[in-house]
């Protein structure tokens, strides 16, 4: 058996994990508990935990808009998540910033980013801090095949290469930015040729694929981590839901959701492969699902429980000064 | 009492309009008026190389809805994410016959295409010794309400004001958003079109046919004597809503809405101080370097002899725009906030009101 029990089920767990807190995220947000906007990432969980299960807090990681799942896989607090979703004062950013600004810097989290493109030139900041400072940690920023066509990430895949920064950058290809397809607004037919282009090594992989996903994630964090630069791998997948909760998605076609969450679910496939193999029993799995469900619940009742910012004293607190 | 002319009628047809409508109005009747005339943006159309529907949003806010139908995918152009090239096509088009309205969804988005706007567009005519124009639109929707975060909710007008080289057009009601929208895209120079997020709803009368309001004409959504009251976009809603409470108990405010920011109306604001001798100012932006502490600047150096009473500003505080709804409610000005100033500056000076 090429993975060991523990490090299965805890893959399983955190997609599992990641799934219905975004699952529970929509029912939210329709029950009115959730302000703002809100983006979720149910049907990418494979590429977030490829991404993050070999990371320790002290590695990295730059998030996007759409970042529950890579909050959840780098170890953040579902339970923090949940209130600072709901705007709640013992949220993780005490409700300053919600859902597209979760950040929980002692897991190595540094920042969920509403703006497109905002997180690799800063994860190269990251990525410098370590190789200058010796410490072997590595840096990976999330991208979409909407930002990948973002200047600054331009910019920061070829500074990356310039100063053999370790960065990986992990590309999730889900076709779509907003209602564009990626095969419009990604010039190149391949993205991954145009990462190659950028001279460093550039891979695709199935996303939907945890296992293919996780050994090229593997390879590339080593290669950085042992001083080798930055790498990109591209994982194509499927968002099984709008752009924002509650987009119409006009420009999907007619079943193409339904067919996606019957026929390219990564949880699924995850599942079937390990009990094919023979690796992980359908029970084990079920019992972790049960698990699950009671964490999430919990999670909202608590948040729904928490306090509410006091604008007396959390309006202006965290500013360095005021007028 | 001062007395301007407001809203010049138009003849003809009016019909009920929303902000979005009047909006989309201006811009389908100058597209088709002048081939020159182009959109472009992230999702104006929407549905780009997707197997769905086509115009699938017609921008997020469905501002531009129904353009791309009407003149096509060249005309009405879906782009990459990529702002500094948006920004970058939409000035060197204009230097080069077109006349082009780039959008930028959330204006908080102009940080990633600042130098396209502020070091090359804005800086062309006068650059260049007045060889070169650039007749473009910069649109984007601003301000807070919407729980939308620190990254989408910022009200960044001072920060263009700022810039010398553009015009920067804020309209509060439908139909100053028509006329404002049709001189933008016939004026000859860059212009920061910023559209406030809640108020894409807000309907009044508009006529039909196309009218320009020229810039640096201030209106008047209520006369008065007894205190001045300056707002821009939504602010214009809670200056209102202060004017009528007073105007109940005998009190009559002066609201101006400048429309738009640069170039400002300074003699309309002038006037009306040298009647009422008292000035309050609301601003959603930031305190410092805004536009609130502009006017009451320039208030204080060309109108000192006319002032009865100190000048208050009501602006947001010196934070980016929190998250949760009670912080962003506590950090947004408002009616209330407004009316104690007011009352104080009534209350303020010599004689008191
Ligand atoms: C600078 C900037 N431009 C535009 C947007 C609006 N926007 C938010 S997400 C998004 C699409 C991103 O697509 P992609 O990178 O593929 O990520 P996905 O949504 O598919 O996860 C856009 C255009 C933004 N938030 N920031
Ligand atoms: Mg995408």
Redesign the pocket.
Known sequence: MPYSTEFLLSVYRTMKTIREFEERCVKEFEGGNVPGFT?VSNGQEAIAVAACIDLSDKDIIGS???GHGHCIAKGCDVGGMMKEIMGRSTGLCKGKGGSMHIADIDKGMLGAN????GGPPLVNGAALAAKTLGTKNVALSF??????N?GTVFEAMNMAVVLKLPHIFVY?N?G???GTAANYGVGSNSLTDRNAGFGMPAECVDGLDFFATYEALKIATERARNGGGPTAIEAMCV?FDG?FIGDPQLYRAKDEVKNARKNQDCIKIFRERVISEGWLKAAAMNAIDKEIMAEIETAVVDALAAPHPDPATDLMSDVYCSY | MTNHANNPTVGGKTSMKTIREAINDALREEMRRDPTVIVLG?EVSGGAGCEGEDDAYGGVFGVTKGLMPEFGRERVIDTP?S?AAIIGAAAGAANNGLRPVAEL??FD?IG?SFDQIFNQAAKFRYMFGGKSKTPMVIRGTVGGGWRAGAQHSSMLHSIVTHVAGLKVVMPANAYDAKGLMVQAIRDDDPVIFLEHKVMYDNACEVPDEQYCIPFGEASFPRQGSDVTIVAISNMVTHAITVADILAKEGISCDVIDPRTVSPLDHEAILESVEVTGRLVIIDEGNPRCGLASDIAGIVAEHGFYSLKAPIRTVTAPHTPVPFAPELEDAYLPNADKLMIAVREVLAAGPSGA
């Not at chain 1, 509403?114 to 493109?117: K, T």
């Not at chain 1, 991208?143 to 990948?148: K, L």
Request: no cysteine; hydrophobic share 35%.
């Open positions: 983006h996007t808009h759409r509403a703006i497109v493109g991208n979409g095949d909407g930002s990948a973002q999730e889900n779509y930015a907003e968002r752009h | 992230e994410i702002e969804m959330f988005f990633v």
